[in-house]
């Protein structure tokens, strides 16, 4: 597995979409079908670490949830440590 999947830090920014996305009673396809992507399985492969979220998925994902993106980010900034192993 590589670095940045298994890392505690970029896990913590998987978790803020899944715990918002179940927040919000979506399934993973139901955040695929309002981001227009046709093939199942975008989604789950970014909550388990098999594909990278970048900072705009992780926008689009927040708007796509129906959340404020920047309420998700702060969340994410809370869970983080001051130094980040990047």
Known sequence: MRKWVSSPDYRAAVQVIVSARVEKGLTQREVERRLGKTH?????????GERQMNVLD????????????????????????ENLDV
């Not at 199942?40 to 388990?48: C, P, R």
């Not at 689009?60 to 993106?69: F, H, P, T």
């Open 40 to 48: 199942h399985g975008w989604l789950a492969k970014i909550e388990v």
């Open 58 to 81: 992780m926008i689009a994902i927040a708007r796509a949830i129906g959340v404020d993106e920047r309420a998700l980010f702060d969340d994410l900034v809370s869970k983080l440590p």
